[in-house]
């Protein structure tokens, strides 16, 4: 802290204030100043400081609260009392969904979905690299290509039609940019035969009207 204050200090050339928020479970513990001697020399830091746990006495107060350092103060209280317990901390989350005012619930929710889109979109680059291993390793000697069209005839073989067209669609992606939207189209209504016909074709095709013929 020390350090920051006088570096945040000297770039600006303003005096600045630290302030250091303790999220400890110990009410005692309340550091507020750091000092070194060396020699006859010493160097001393006086800080202020804000505890979370000063602010928790009253938890009807702070869910009835609409201001943010009141929610931060609340959640974390509720994470420590959880003590690390799966159960108890999804009732904590819970909790706090319910107490949200309606704009901050709607924003809860696009925040919730887009979680779930960057979840689903992890799932799927490690289902590719699978699909591309899996490749790989039947058909080293083909050369990469050939590994992700054997990944993606994998992937149909195992019935999983949606995945397969997903990778075929990053495939084209990366080789021919983004798809237009009648190719889109086309993969998500395309059969499984039509499918393998077009991960046979993207390996030596140099446009996508070579793929989809």
Known sequence: MRDYNDRISEAYGLPVV???????EHPNWRPRHFRQQLQGTVKEFIFRTAKLLDHVVDIDALEAS???IAWVTLAHWLTQQAHHDPDKLYAAKVHLTRLLPDPYHQRYLRAISRLEKEHEMREYNQLEQTFIDNGIKIGLKQ????GIEK????????GRKEEAVLLLERQLELRFGPLPQTARKKLAKASVAQLEAWSDAFVVAQSLKQVFG
């Open 18 to 24: 630290s302030l250091a928020l303790l999220a400890d």
């Open 66 to 68: 609409s201001n943010p």
């Open 151 to 158: 990944g993606i005839e994998q992937g149909l073989q195992r």
């Open 143 to 146: 050369g990469i290509e050939k």
